[in-house]
Nanobody, 123 residues
Framework: VQLQASGGGLVQAGGCLRL?????????????VGWFRQTPGKEREFVTS????????NYANSVKGRFTISRDRAKNTVYLQMNSLKPEDTAVYFC?????????????????WGQGTLVTVSS
């Protein structure tokens, strides 16, 4: 499974972006998908995840109420809508597919990773 994250860019604080994570294989539609982010010198941080059905989602406290994850299984694509962006949201965002269909915040549960897309929020 190959994952391709896109949609990153430069935005002012308070703005919004939508990231996309496209999968190369239909099989991945049976897997939960998560978004993680990382800044230089820090560990990769969980952002949000969604179960294979789309019926279960998890969010980090830092993004609750601002970010929304969704998936279109017909298109093998997961989206991350990011609103009310803050400078501290600046990071490289990675999408990943889990080994199971259950939503998880643990990076160890994810076995396929995309290459990352850079989000920069200016103050």
């Amino acid at each position: 499974v190959q994952l391709q994250a896109s949609g990153g860019g430069l935005v002012q604080a308070g703005g919004c972006l939508r990231l996309s994570c496209a999968s190369s294989r239909r099989t991945s539609s049976n897997n939960a998908v998560g978004w993680f982010r990382q800044t230089p010198g820090k560990e990769r941080e969980f952002v949000t995840s969604i179960s294979w059905s789309g019926g279960s989602t998890n969010y980090a406290n830092s993004v609750k109420g601002r970010f929304t994850i969704s998936r279109d299984r017909a298109k093998n694509t997961v989206y991350l809508q990011m609103n009310s962006l803050k400078p501290e949201d600046t990071a490289v965002y990675f999408c990943a597919a889990a080994r199971s269909s259950y939503s998880s915040s643990d990076a160890r549960d994810y076995i396929y990773w995309g290459q990352g897309t850079l989000v920069t929020v200016s103050s």
